[in-house]
């Protein structure tokens, strides 16, 4: 255990600390599971009493009538002797009031000790923020030196000051990189309503065809892959397509989205260890801590992405195998595959894919005894299976791994 953690630990414990959480937020999605899932678990290794007092998106016109005035009223709770400390997502309230109202309302809560989670500023307190410019130009530098990309254009939307950051992060990674950029480089819808960025993505095109497209945010760069595909457009395969913020949206396109990870669940598990420090030391000036992002592959940009290289490694092993093996050896080389591509199986398992095999051969489990010693095209079998990610790859639900994909041997 280090020294940080020990003393945090011990802190906690001997003042019995409580800290809550406030945000006005739609908890179906991703980015509010993971923040309330990071700090979550920082208060339970630290001992801490949690209170939750966000109040999600409302979907229902009975409940939306009162529904910030409800919120409000809660602000009165989130003081000493109540609380120890609080995490604020000030931003997550962008939509309902103006940024000097939010500010307002958060520097009324003071002295309690605080730490924000958001983009918004809040005089005195700190707050865990990611690097937008280092995080651009990750993908920019993806982009440009590993596909070899000069013709790279920019959309986000003007509705968000995070999107507004990112695009001037967009302007100077690509100056950085004596990549030509202009602002007709430069394409900001009004919305992330998908008939705004249909509109946007009209409109880069019809100045000329990108290498491209740098998005500010997944929901924008699915939506642009939707549109590039109705006007005949493949997507990487004509013009690349990336995101930012690694939300499921991005899983879900026929070329699943190249993204920057933004570490949700570490920020929100970062925001809790801040305050604990805030609320030993009240007097210390503490400054903005920001989380290392990450650039996840997948296959928008013209890569392969992590899962399918595998596919393909293991359907090497497939392929490496010798054209024509005779009858009595087919059953052994495909035990001993089987054992290399798929060692978390049980021997029931194993037992059941080799004769599933064996019996597309010879339509029975095992090389019939009774047929004269002949030549068995192997190779010439599985190949096409290996070059379409094998079936075994394709339909994980047939082989799964003891408790998910991701627990695969590599």
Same mark, same amino acid.
């Given at each position: ?12 414990? $001997?003042?019995? !600390?409580? /800290? ?40 229902? &016109? ?13 602000? =009165? ?8 400390? #609080?995490?604020? *997502?000030?931003?997550?309230? +962008? ?13 009324? !809560? ?9 983009? #918004?500023?809040? =005089?005195?307190?700190?707050? &865990? ?6 995080? /651009? ?19 986000? +939307? ?5 999107? =507004? ?11 950085? !990189? ?29 100045? +000329?065809?990108?290498?491209?497209? #740098? ?9 642009? /892959? ?12 004509? &013009? ?33 260890? !801040? ?23 997948? =296959? ?33 080389? #495909?035990?001993?595959?089987?054992? $290399?591509?798929?060692? *978390?199986?049980?021997?029931?398992? $194993? ?9 597309? /051969? ?49």
């Amino acid at each position: 255990m280090s020294t940080p953690v020990a003393r945090r630990r011990a802190f906690a414990k $001997k003042n019995n !600390l409580t /800290i809550g959480f406030t945000a006005i937020a739609d908890f179906s999605s991703f980015i509010g599971q993971e923040y309330l899932a990071g700090i979550m678990q920082a208060t339970e290794d630290y001992g801490i009493n949690f209170i939750n007092i966000s109040s999600a998106v409302h979907h229902s &016109i009975f409940l939306d009538a009162d529904f910030l005035p409800q919120y409000l009223t809660k602000l =009165q709770f989130m003081r000493t002797p109540l609380l120890d400390g #609080l995490i604020t *997502w000030a931003s997550s309230l +962008s939509e309902y009031m103006e940024h000097d109202e939010i500010q307002k309302i958060f520097n009324s !809560l003071q002295p309690l000790p605080m730490v924000d989670i958001g983009y #918004l500023d809040i =005089q005195g307190v700190p707050s &865990i923020r990611i690097d937008n410019a280092h995080s /651009i130009r990750l993908m920019v530098r993806h982009l440009a030196e590993i596909h070899g990309f000069k013709k790279i254009v920019f959309v986000g +939307s003007k509705a968000s000051s995070p999107h =507004q950051t990112r695009m001037e992060c967009f302007k100077e990674a690509m100056t950085e !990189l004596g990549l030509p950029c202009s602002e007709n480089d430069i394409f900001m819808a009004d919305s992330l309503d998908p008939k705004d960025i249909a509109d946007q993505t009209e409109l880069l095109l019809s100045r +000329s065809v990108p290498e491209a497209i #740098l998005t500010s945010s997944d929901i924008i760069a699915t939506n642009i /892959i939707e549109e590039l595909e109705k006007r005949g457009f493949s997507v990487p395969d004509d &013009i690349a397509v990336t995101g930012f913020n690694n939300q499921l949206a991005g899983l879900t396109t026929s070329a699943p989205v190249t993204t920057i990870d933004l570490a949700y669940f570490r920020r929100g598990y970062e925001a809790v260890e !801040l305050l604990i420090d805030r609320i030993k030391y009240p007097n210390a000036v503490v400054l903005n801590r920001t989380v290392q992002t990450s650039l996840v592959i997948r =296959q928008s940009c013209g890569c392969f992405e992590d899962s399918v290289l595998q596919a393909q490694r293991d359907s090497n092993i497939f392929l490496s195998a010798p054209y024509a093996v005779s009858d009595e050896e087919a059953p052994a080389y #495909l035990k001993s595959a089987i054992e $290399k591509v798929f060692p *978390w199986l049980d021997a029931p398992s $194993k037992k059941s894919l080799k004769e599933a095999v064996l019996h597309d /051969i010879y339509d029975t489990n095992v090389p019939p005894p009774e047929k004269p010693a002949r030549l068995v095209s192997l190779a010439a079998y599985v190949h096409p299976f290996a070059q379409s990610g094998c079936r075994f790859h394709t339909e994980p639900h047939l082989f799964p791994a003891p408790h998910s994909a991701s627990a695969r041997p590599a």
